[in-house]
Nanobody, 121 residues
Framework: VQLQASGGGLVQAGGSLRLSCAAS????????MGWYRQAPGNQREWVAR???????NYADFVKGRFTISRDNAKNAVYLQMNSLGPEDTAVYYC????????????????WGQGTQVTVSS
């Protein structure tokens, strides 16, 4: 299973970006998909998650600004980021917990390679 993230870049404060991430490989079913971020010198922190058949959840610092969504047919997750500020500058990682095909009854967590988001003031 692989995750491929894209959509990062440089944007001015107040601007918007949309991140995309698609999972590929031998996937039986997806439990949830989400996003984390890691700023320089900081630990990786959770941003948002959307479980299969459930409601999206957000970290307090992005509520009202970021929207997570999924395209189940494409095994993809998106993060629409609005009203960006310099504090949102980080490498953003997509994440999924899923059941791979032919690996038994356990769910596993996979990470994408990260995409850089830089917000200038």
């Amino acid at each position: 299973v692989q995750l491929q993230a894209s959509g990062g870049g440089l944007v001015q404060a107040g601007g918007s970006l949309r991140l995309s991430c698609a999972a590929s490989g031998s996937i039986f079913s997806i439990v949830s998909m989400g996003w984390y971020r890691q700023a320089p010198g900081n630990q990786r922190e959770w941003v948002a998650r959307i479980p299969s058949g459930g409601n999206a959840n957000y970290a307090d610092f992005v509520k009202g600004r970021f929207t997570i969504s999924r395209d189940n047919a494409k095994n993809a997750v998106y993060l629409q980021m609005n009203s960006l500020g310099p504090e949102d500058t980080a490498v953003y990682y997509c994440n999924t917990r899923l059941y791979p095909l032919g690996v038994g009854d356990n769910a596993y967590t996979y990470w994408g390679q990260g995409t850089q988001v830089t917000v200038s003031s």
